[in-house]
C-alpha cells in the first residue's frame, strides 16, 4: 500500500516516467537491491514532509482567509487551549515515531551481512588510492589516483579496478593505513567510512551491470578529490573470466620478479 500510494503521488507530481530524476528527488538510479530501499526510503519520507506540508499551508491559508480582521473589529482573541495544545504537541511525535521506525527498519535490511556472502573484497583506502584484495580467489587490483593531466579514458584504465559479479552478495571489508577516508559509490545510495584501527563491513547485491565511479568521501588530505576507482558490475560468468585472466597476470608478475 505504501508503495503503491508512492507511486500514484510521485506520479501525479511529476508527470512523467517513475524512472528519471525528478521521481527519485535527486538520487541516483541505484545499481544494488539496498540501493533501491534507500531510494524507496527517500520518496516515502519525501511524500510524508509533502503531506504534512499540504495540512500545514492549509491550515494557514485557512486562518489568514476565514478569521482575517474585518473593519475596526478584531477577531475573537483566544488562548490556551489545552486539548489543541496536546495534540500539536503528540503529533509531531507521532511524525518522529513513523520516519524513525521506517528508517530504523530499512536500515537494519541495508546493514545486514549475508552468513556467507558469495564474494568478498577487502578495501584499503589510503592517501590518496584504494587497493581491492579478493580472498577468496588470491586475487589483487590496485592502480593511480585520477591525473588531470590525463584523458578521461587513460585515467580510467589507470585508476584501481573493482570488478563485481551481478545478483551475487558482495561482502566489503574496509581498512584503512592512514587517515579516515569514506568509500562511496553513488550509485549505491550508500558511503561507509574506512577508519584506520576500526575495520568497517558491509554487502550489497548488485541488480544491474555497467561502469561507475567510486569516491572517497571524507576529506583526507590534498588529493582527496582524485581519491577514484573504477567500479565495473559484471555477469558472474565475465567475473570469473576476470578473476583467472588475474591470477595468470599475477603470477606471471610474480614468477618474472622470483
Ligand atoms: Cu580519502
Redesign the pocket.
Known amino acids: 500500500m505504501r508503495v503503491g500510494a508512492l507511486a500514484v503521488l510521485l506520479l501525479a507530481l511529476a508527470g512523467c516516467s517513475p524512472n528519471d530524476t525528478f521521481t527519485r528527488m535527486g538520487f541516483p538510479n541505484p545499481v544494488t537491491t539496498q540501493g533501491a530501499i534507500t531510494l524507496s526510503l527517500w520518496q516515502g519520507s519525501w511524500i510524508a514532509g509533502l503531506l504534512v506540508g499540504a495540512v500545514v499551508w492549509g491550515m494557514i491559508i485557512w486562518a489568514v482567509i476565514f478569521h482575517r480582521k474585518r473593519g475596526d473589529k478584531l477577531p475573537p482573541q483566544v488562548r490556551y487551549n489545552m486539548p489543541i495544545e496536546i495534540l500539536y504537541t503528540v503529533i509531531p511525535f507521532v511524525l518522529i515515531a513513523v520516519l524513525f521506525y521506517y528508517t530504523a527498519k530499512d536500515e537494519n535490511t541495508i546493514d545486514a551481512i549475508p552468513a556467507h556472502p558469495q564474494v568478498t573484497v577487502n578495501v584499503t ?1 589510503f ?2 588510492s584504494w587497493a581491492f584484495n579478493y580472498p577468496g580467489y588470491g586475487v589483487n587490483t590496485d592502480g593511480a589516483m585520477w591525473n588531470p593531466r590525463l584523458t578521461d579514458a587513460q585515467n580510467q584504465a589507470a585508476m584501481p579496478l573493482l570488478e563485481i559479479p551481478v545478483g551475487e552478495s558482495v561482502e566489503f571489508n574496509l581498512t584503512s593505513p592512514d ?1 579516515i ?2 568509500f562511496w559509490v553513488p550509485e549505491f545510495l550508500f558511503k561507509r567510512d574506512v577508519i584506520p584501527g576500526h575495520p568497517n563491513h558491509f554487502s550489497i547485491t548488485a541488480t544491474k551491470t555497467g561502469t561507475f565511479t567510486g569516491h ?1 568521501s ?1 576529506l ?2 590534498l588529493y ?1 578529490s582524485r ?1 577514484l576507482f573504477t567500479l565495473k558490475i559484471v555477469t558472474p560468468a565475465q567475473f570469473q573470466t576476470w578473476i583467472s585472466q588475474q591470477k595468470a597476470i599475477q603470477q606471471t608478475a610474480s614468477g618474472s620478479t622470483q
Do not use: L, N, S, T
Open positions: 583506502g592517501q590518496w587517515v577516508h569514506a572517497c571524507e583526507c588530505g582527496h581519491m
